[in-house]
């Protein structure tokens, strides 16, 4: 058998023994790869930090802070940031409001909250596993206690020592196997309590996140930027108004433009047509009234009064 290096490139070899499972009863060797964090962009938690390649399937949190704490006796480890936790990982709930200036305007970016502490739906799985040569960084709670976690590792591979993965911690992890889906049926049917639980949190942030929102367009409505421009936003400078307000304000500009109707000569034109058109249509009523007048004057004929009728007025003048 091939001897195994020390180290690949800036990585450090450690072989970890795998124990023999029911659906795999052979023992296996499991190579994990670590050196210290170096990103392209730092954070004040890199110098602290070392980056693992191909992670065993089945880590935990647990399983990494028992390697550097127990297992190797190296320093204690903050937290774990796994591949997958780190690409789905999003803004909390009240995300920043990061104003961006430039040459002529300002603009201002707000975060979505996609995701929030506390308001997620309940798990369906204990735990999370990953897929094969995934990667994860485990941050210490000081330089001092990476270093020696390093210093640690070099001896380990030095010496060729294999530690056993997982060895001391079988009670504090969830069981795999037919245990696991047995649990996962079961949490597939959470409690109401815990569902109305999620949903109010979440709608409590989603409602904090909208105010944020507001507060940020109607800064940008009101203040001039370094040139002493007004960001247009949605809903205009003064932001949406009710019916009311609107029809309010669209009286009081009609007033304001009553004294510039003669302003253009079109204007003049149109006036002028719009006061013949009055006049033509009620010359045209007019001659319709004479006609009917015309037409009623032949139907009735002026009676001849009788005698009786001649006495009664003559009686009723007086002498």
Not at 119 to 127: I, K, Q, Y
Not at 156 to 177: F, H, M, N, Q, Y
Not at 226 to 251: C, H, L, M, S
């Amino acid at each position: 058998m091939a001897k195994v290096p020390l180290r690949i490139s800036d990585y450090l070899i450690l072989p970890l023994a795998l124990r023999p499972q029911p659906s795999f009863p052979t023992p296996a060797t499991h190579y994990l790869y670590l050196r210290p964090h170096e990103p392209k962009i730092p954070t004040p938690d890199t110098p602290r930090s070392l980056f693992l390649v191909n992670v065993p399937f089945d880590a935990t949190e647990i399983h990494i802070r028992h390697l550097f704490a127990t297992q190797l006796g190296g320093g204690r480890v903050e937290r774990v940031e796994f591949e997958d936790s780190r690409s789905h990982s999003k803004p909390a709930v009240a995300p920043s409001v990061q104003t961006k200036k430039g040459r002529k305007r300002k603009r201002t970016e707000v975060e979505s909250m996609d995701q929030v502490e506390g308001a997620e739906l309940p798990a369906v799985w204990d735990r999370e596993l990953h897929h094969s040569g995934s990667t994860a960084v485990a941050v210490f709670v000081d330089r001092a206690s990476m270093e020696a976690s390093l210093k640690a590792l070099k001896k380990t591979a030095k010496e060729r020592r294999k530690i056993d993965w997982g060895e001391g911690i079988e009670d504090k992890v969830p069981s795999l196997g037919s245990a696991r889906y047995f649990n996962h049926h079961k949490l597939r049917y959470p409690d109401k309590s815990s569902l109305l639980e999620s949903i109010n949190t979440y709608m409590t942030a989603f409602a904090s996140l909208e105010a944020t929102r507001a507060q940020a367009l109607a800064r940008q409505r009101s203040e001039p930027d370094e040139d002493g421009f007004i960001t247009v936003t949605k809903g205009g400078r003064n932001g949406p108004v009710r019916q009311e307000e609107a029809q309010e304000r669209a009286e009081k500009q009609k007033e304001k433009q009553k004294g510039l109707d003669d302003f253009y000569r079109f204007q003049t034109r149109e006036k002028r047509k719009e006061r013949a058109g009055e006049l033509m249509r009620k010359f045209e009523e007019d001659k319709e009234k004479v006609r009917r007048m015309r037409e009623r004057r032949g139907r009735f004929r002026v009676g001849v009064p009788d005698r009786r009728s001649v006495s009664i007025l003559i009686e009723d003048q007086p002498e």
